[in-house]
């Protein structure tokens, strides 16, 4: 098992930026590719970033791809998303997760993740 925490989540204005932290216990943290979701009100969960076990790799989704950036502090145990210029449409909780070890990089949908974070809001205010 592996347990993930979000923290960072807040309310920002446009334009803006935060940082979302994941801190991770249990199971060898860099054993494990690493992503973040989103989900709106109203929508499926999205697929936003992901980076490899090493953090030699990262993919990400069109809509934020040279705003965010994730990274990993595998001494930490920790996967960070930092968020710049954001926009009132990436309102939403924001989730990480723990990618099947089994899988290919990048993992981009949610049946390849196996652990589950409980989520942190992140709210655009235009």
């Known amino acids: 098992q592996v347990q993930l925490v979000e923290s960072g989540g807040g309310l920002v204005q446009a334009g803006g930026s935060l940082r979302l932290s994941c801190a991770a216990s249990?199971?060898?943290?860099?054993?494990?590719?690493m992503g973040w979701f989103r989900q709106a009100p109203g929508k499926e969960r999205e697929f936003v970033a992901s980076?490899?076990?090493?953090?030699?790799?990262?993919y990400y989704a069109d809509s934020v791809k040279g705003r965010f950036t994730i990274s990993r502090d595998n001494a930490k145990n920790t996967v960070y998303l930092q968020m710049n210029s954001l926009k009132p449409e990436d309102t939403a909780v924001y989730y990480c997760a723990a990618g099947r070890p089994e899988l290919p990089f990048p993992q981009i949908v949610s049946p390849a993740y196996a652990y589950w974070g409980q989520g942190t809001q992140v709210t655009v205010s235009s």
């Open positions: 980076i490899r076990w090493s953090g030699a790799n990262t």
């Open positions: 249990g199971r060898t943290f860099s054993n494990y590719a």
